[in-house]
């Protein structure tokens, strides 16, 4: 009854050193300093839940000479009923204030007018001295009885159970965090220094996996620790801390998530055609080895073999996915090629990129290429572009001697079973009579070689197919 009644006191008393003092922000948002008895002295902050998963950061504000300094005291994730609870073992100093942010937008700020203490995580109830006083009990004595001796109690001391907060508000220093943020624990950096808060004067050791690492550091008058590392190598990490304090140990910290990179990122140029005619586009992608936010249009260079014949454009993108559109402008030259020089762009951590990547894209003169493959009595014929308007009427079936061309059977003669192959509009098979094949693999025909030749087609923006005999094997 006592320890409720004291906490309701301890309550109303931290809430007038704030509430009295007014808040900077109004509305929804409300910041709290709280105290009950089986926590001590904490911070209630209620955003709202269109805050809810994101980073609360609180900080804590001095005036000097009429400028107010504020530096972070503590962050946490807000809850999905949009409430952070913050446990923290720092002075609240007389006439200082708080303010509360999510990124960089201030949701609340109050003044504390009375100095107040936080008791931490690691907050322990003491448990008070208990004293019976003496008494002497009066006693009745039955008739007829011997007198009794008065009953004395004597006073039974209960012993306090001394405690030691646990680290709170683990980070990387400034220094130690690097890349797109100070404050993510994404780092290059090789030395790594912990900082964060716990009781003044105390002996800090830092964890690493539950492996101690480095030495331990001591806290300054304000309780802030700033910890030396051992060699981290990379990976994500588990970072925690335990205090010491009159040869007392705290329980273990929070946990603290790093990851360390220090590898540099790669990407892949793809374009989606290789050979443009003037004035037409392909889409390239970009894929990257691992997630950036630095790269942009400017990071990709257009280089062309004729002055302004290419263009950029329509760049999109982000993680490691990116895409943009290269374009021949009244190009009639050898096209131009894509290019992300090193060190264009970088990674979350901070590592600039390697290499020098680049994929050329050319100006389209040539027709279709065909490939041949025979598999037994199956010819298939493919090519590296869409052919316009390909049919059994382009191939033609032609005889060789030793001495050279003998001739052929005309446009589309001498093939039987012609389809498509495939969903590219590229392949095609067909066969040839069976005759015509024992001729083929007769080594004493007088025909020494047979061939299959196309013609009478394009691609699609006009250059007419690349007439080159295949000569078929013989098995």
């Known amino acids: 009854m006592f320890h ?5 006191i301890a309550t109303a008393i931290l809430a007038t050193a704030l509430v009295a003092a007014g808040t900077a922000n109004t509305g929804a948002a409300k910041v709290s300093v709280l105290s009950s008895s089986d926590r001590g002295n904490y911070i209630s902050i209620s955003i709202g839940k269109s805050y809810s998963k994101k980073t609360a950061i609180i900080e804590i504000g001095v005036k000097k000479k009429q400028v107010w300094k504020f530096t972070k005291l503590s962050s946490a994730k807000v809850s999905t009923t ?23 937008k201030v949701i609340s700020t109050i003044s504390i007018r009375s100095a107040v203490q936080l008791s931490g995580c690691g907050y322990v109830p003491l448990v008070t001295t208990t004293t019976v006083l003496n008494t002497t009990v009066p006693t009745v004595n039955a008739p007829n009885s011997p007198a009794l001796s008065p009953v004395t109690t004597t006073t039974v001391p209960i012993a306090t159970v001394p405690t030691v907060n646990a680290p709170n508000s683990l ?9 797109d943020s100070n404050s993510d624990g994404i780092t290059k950096a090789t030395n790594l220094v912990i900082v964060g808060q716990a009781p003044v004067g105390s002996s800090v050791q830092v964890y690493v996996n539950g492996m101690s690492s480095g030495s331990p550091c001591i806290t300054d008058v304000s309780g802030n620790f700033a910890c030396f590392l051992g060699t981290v ?15 007392i140990d705290s329980i273990l910290s929070s946990s603290y998530l790093v990851v360390v990179d220090r590898t540099a990122p790669t990407s892949v140029l793809t374009p989606a055609s290789i050979s ?10 970009i894929q990257l080895s691992e997630s950036s936010t630095t790269l942009v249009g400017g990071s990709v ?5 004729m002055p302004d014949g290419c263009a950029q454009s329509n760049f999109m993108g982000s993680g490691s996915a990116y895409s943009l559109t290269f374009s021949m402008v009244n190009n009639m030259a050898n096209g131009g090629l894509v290019r992300l020089a090193p060190s264009s762009y970088s990674d979350i951590a901070g590592n600039v990129s390697v290499g020098d990547v680049y994929r050329q894209i050319y100006y389209d003169i040539d027709g279709p290429s065909a490939t041949f493959v025979r598999t037994g009595d199956i010819i298939t014929v ?3 572009e869409v052919p316009y308007v390909f049919r059994t009427t382009s191939l033609y079936l032609q005889q060789y001697s030793n001495t050279g061309f003998i001739g052929e059977l005309g446009s589309g003669v001498g093939f039987i079973n012609f389809a498509a192959s495939g969903s590219t509009g590229r392949s095609w098979t ?22 299959v030749a196309v013609g009478g087609f394009t691609d699609v923006d006009g250059n007419p197919a690349r007439n080159e005999p295949w000569f078929i094997p013989r098995v």
């Open 4 to 8: 409720q009644r004291f906490a309701s």
């Open 82 to 104: 949009g409430k952070v609870t913050i446990c923290n073992s720092r002075l609240l100093p007389a006439s200082s204030r708080l303010r509360v942010r999510v990124s960089k």
């Open 171 to 179: 980070a990387l220093s400034l220094d130690s965090d690097t890349g």
């Open 233 to 247: 190598v990379e990976g994500a990490k588990t970072i925690t801390a335990r205090a010491r304090s009159g040869g």
């Open 276 to 285: 443009l005619n003037s004035n037409e586009s392909t889409t390239v992608t």
């Open 301 to 305: 260079t257009i280089l062309c073999t």
């Open 382 to 384: 493919t090519f590296h």
């Open 430 to 451: 067909f066969t040839i009579p069976a005759q015509t094949w024992s001729d083929i693999d007769d080594s004493s025909q007088p025909v020494d070689r047979w061939a």
